[in-house]
Structures are given as structure tokens and as C-alpha cells.
């Protein structure tokens, strides 16, 4: 399974930016998603999570309440609508396919991973 994420940019504080990431197959019907992000010269941090079915979402609680993460199951894609974006933001953002169906901010639990993409937000 590969990954593809995308949608990042360079915006002000206070803007908007929606992520998005692709599956080359049907794989993410079955999966927990996730997006991470890394700060530089910082470790990976959980962001976000789903289940597949897409009843369960998990929160990082700095971007609970401004990020909203979705997916399509039909379109094997998943979102991360990013809102009233802060610098601290300011990271690659990844997404990954959990092992199980379950949503979880355990990094060790995910197997696959997109290439990343780079947001800045400057204030």
C-alpha cells in the first residue's frame, strides 16, 4: 500500500488548509488512519486518528476543536480539514494506515505511511 499526501502549503495564523491522502488501493477501507506530524528537530507526534468504519476519532488536545479528520472509504482517501491554523502547527504532516480497524494515537500500531507534506504557518 502506498500513501500519498498532500495539501500543504505556506499560510498566515488564523487560515485554513485541508490535507488530504490518497491510497493506492482499497486497503484503507480496513484500516485505522492516522495523521502525524514532525516538528523540526522533534519526534513524530500523533495529530489525529480514525476507524474505518469512521465512528471513532482521536484528537491531539492542541488541535482538538480545529481539525476535523474525515475519509472515503468509496475514494480510498482521508482529510485532515485544518482550521484557525497557529505557528506551532508548522510541521510535515503524515498520514498512516493503522494495523487494525480501530483508531489510535499509538505510532507502533501504524504499518504504512505517506512521504509527508509540509505545512508553515507564520504568524
Known amino acids: 500500500v502506498q500513501l500519498q499526501a498532500s495539501g500543504g502549503g505556506s499560510v498566515q495564523a488564523g487560515d485554513s488548509l485541508r490535507l488530504s491522502c490518497a491510497a493506492s488501493?482499497?486497503?484503507?477501507?480496513?484500516?485505522?488512519m492516522g495523521w502525524f506530524r514532525q516538528a523540526p528537530g522533534k519526534e513524530r507526534q500523533f495529530v489525529a486518528a480514525?476507524?474505518?468504519?469512521?465512528?471513532?476519532?482521536i484528537y491531539e488536545n492542541s488541535v482538538k476543536d480545529r481539525f476535523t479528520i474525515s475519509r472515503d472509504n468509496a475514494n480510498n482517501a482521508v482529510y485532515l480539514q485544518m482550521n484557525n491554523l497557529k505557528p506551532e502547527d508548522t510541521a510535515v504532516y503524515y498520514c498512516?494506515?493503522?494495523?487494525?480497524?480501530?483508531?489510535?494515537?499509538?505510532?507502533?500500531?501504524?504499518?504504512?505511511w505517506g512521504q509527508g507534506t509540509l505545512v508553515t504557518v507564520s504568524s
Open positions: 498512516a494506515a493503522a494495523l487494525g480497524a480501530m483508531a489510535t494515537r499509538d505510532k507502533s500500531r501504524y504499518r504504512y
Open positions: 488501493r482499497r486497503t484503507t477501507s480496513n484500516n485505522g
Open positions: 480514525l476507524s474505518w468504519r469512521g465512528d471513532n476519532t
